[in-house]
């Protein structure tokens, strides 16, 4: 009897050590990381709202702000995938990096998500007018932008396409870090720079270091076809675990729909310390100007999509042309459609 009662104990051990494990076990993982720009929205709030986990899988985001700590991340395998420019995948491509551009992130449509900034302060009343500004010896460069980037390529477009003569040497001054470029705009250390949404309004709502000073547009880009952000995954990734990226999608679109669907008070409320953490990453609420979650445009967000080729092929045409770049990647080799629907 004894032992037949020792055997049933053990058995229901069994079963509940069994049950820990098989309820316990960790999700499959994915690292990505996110640029804090507002394409990255849908991805952020699908993590902030367990989405992920609750379709059983378990992303981890990593919050990297500086857009070459994220980049060496992907390249020492640190991370499996990001949302980034298509400049900076072509530049990983043509450097040794083996991923896969799987879609589209975002693709800014409306005029004003990307602007040319000046202070008035500078009393800068035009482009000419600003590039004429950078004298011999002079250290104040008139733009500053990120480095290598999609903003470069469309700043050249704008530029060469009003008839200037582009000299980066002189023009330009490079960054990495768009909270920090907005926060030197803002200071005076630039006489100018280009930044995309939520860093226009935001420094349009920040305090200025001179006071009665306000934000100028020099160009918000009208006319310009601006590129998409890009979702990319390093290829080992792809190849070994297409099940999960297709479920990271399934996620995306889902959390896409959600997005869509809520009204600017409800995505305020609910997603509040996401938008935080995503585009000011490291300053408490109390740091960013009141109201400010109040002003941003929601954009619309579609579905991801394949990479326009005819885009794809432009842009590694001006990396060439600007010496970035040495190697032309074929579009067929760097990009799939597998988890498009």
Same mark, same amino acid.
Not at 278 to 285: A, D, N
């Given at each position: 009897?004894?032992?037949?009662?020792?055997?049933?104990?053990?058995?229901?051990?069994?079963?509940?050590?069994?049950?820990?494990?098989?309820?316990?076990?960790?999700?499959?993982?994915?690292?990505?990381?996110?640029?804090?720009?507002?394409?990255?929205?849908?991805?952020?709030?699908?993590?902030?709202?367990?989405?992920?986990?609750?379709?059983?899988?378990?992303?981890?985001?990593?919050?990297?702000?500086?857009?070459?700590?994220?980049? =060496?991340?992907?390249?020492?395998?640190?991370?499996?995938?990001?949302?980034?420019?298509?400049?900076?995948?072509?530049?990983?491509?043509?450097?040794?990096?083996?991923?896969?551009?799987?879609?589209?992130?975002?693709?800014?449509?409306?005029?004003?998500?990307?602007?040319?900034?000046?202070?008035?302060?500078?009393?800068?009343?035009?482009?000419?007018?600003?590039?004429?500004?950078?004298?011999?010896?002079?250290?104040?460069?008139?733009?500053?932008?990120?480095?290598?980037?999609?903003?470069? #390529?469309?700043?050249?477009?704008?530029?060469?396409?009003?008839?200037?003569?582009?000299?980066?040497?002189?023009?330009?001054?490079?960054?990495?870090?768009?909270?920090?470029?907005?926060?030197?705009?803002?200071?005076?250390?630039? #006489?100018?720079?280009?930044?995309?949404?939520? #860093?226009?309004?935001?420094?349009?709502?920040?305090?200025?270091?001179?006071?009665?000073?306000?934000?100028?547009?020099?160009?918000?880009?009208?006319?310009?076809?601006?590129?998409?952000?890009?979702?990319?995954?390093?290829?080992?990734?792809?190849?070994?675990?297409?099940? =999960?990226?297709?479920?990271?999608?399934?996620?995306?679109?889902?959390?896409?729909?959600?997005?869509?669907?809520?009204?600017?008070?409800?995505?305020?409320?609910?997603?509040?310390?996401?938008?935080?953490?995503?585009?000011?990453?490291?300053?408490?609420?109390?740091?960013?100007?009141?109201?400010?979650?109040?002003?941003?445009?929601?954009?619309?967000?579609?579905?991801?999509?394949? =990479?326009?080729?005819?885009?794809?092929?432009?842009?590694?045409?001006?990396?060439?042309?600007?010496? #970035?770049?040495?190697?032309?990647?074929?579009?067929?080799?760097?990009?799939?459609?597998?988890?498009?629907?």
């Amino acid at each position: 009897m004894i032992q037949a009662r020792r055997f049933v104990l053990l058995s229901l051990a069994l079963v509940v050590f069994v049950s820990v494990i098989l309820t316990g076990s960790p999700l499959p993982r994915l690292r990505v990381s996110l640029p804090p720009v507002m394409g990255c929205l849908p991805i952020a709030f699908a993590n902030g709202w367990d989405m992920f986990a609750q379709n059983g899988l378990d992303v981890e985001v990593v919050g990297l702000s500086d857009n070459q700590a994220r980049t =060496l991340a992907l390249m020492a395998g640190d991370i499996d995938g990001m949302i980034c420019d298509v400049s900076t995948a072509i530049l990983l491509i043509t450097s040794g990096t083996d991923i896969v551009i799987t879609s589209t992130a975002y693709q800014p449509t409306q005029t004003g998500s990307l602007a040319l900034l000046t202070q008035s302060y500078f009393n800068i009343d035009s482009i000419d007018d600003l590039l004429d500004r950078t004298e011999p010896g002079n250290t104040l460069k008139s733009i500053a932008i990120t480095e290598m980037s999609d903003i470069e #390529y469309e700043l050249d477009t704008l530029l060469t396409g009003l008839g200037y003569t582009v000299d980066p040497n002189k023009d330009y001054s490079y960054w990495h870090d768009m909270l920090q470029l907005s926060m030197f705009l803002n200071l005076g250390s630039v #006489y100018a720079a280009v930044l995309p949404e939520p #860093y226009i309004t935001y420094l349009s709502k920040y305090p200025p270091i001179k006071p009665g000073s306000k934000l100028i547009h020099l160009s918000d880009f009208a006319g310009i076809d601006l590129l998409p952000s890009v979702v990319v995954f390093r290829r080992d990734v792809v190849e070994k675990s297409p099940e =999960l990226i297709a479920k990271f999608y399934d996620t995306y679109r889902e959390a896409i729909d959600r997005v869509n669907g809520m009204s600017r008070e409800e995505l305020t409320t609910t997603g509040i310390d996401v938008a935080l953490d995503l585009f000011f990453p490291g300053l408490t609420e109390d740091a960013v100007p009141e109201g400010i979650l109040d002003d941003f445009a929601i954009p619309h967000f579609s579905y991801p999509a394949l =990479l326009d080729r005819g885009k794809f092929e432009s842009v590694v045409a001006w990396e060439r042309k600007k010496g #970035y770049a040495w190697k032309q990647p074929a579009y067929e080799d760097v990009t799939t459609d597998e988890f498009i629907k």
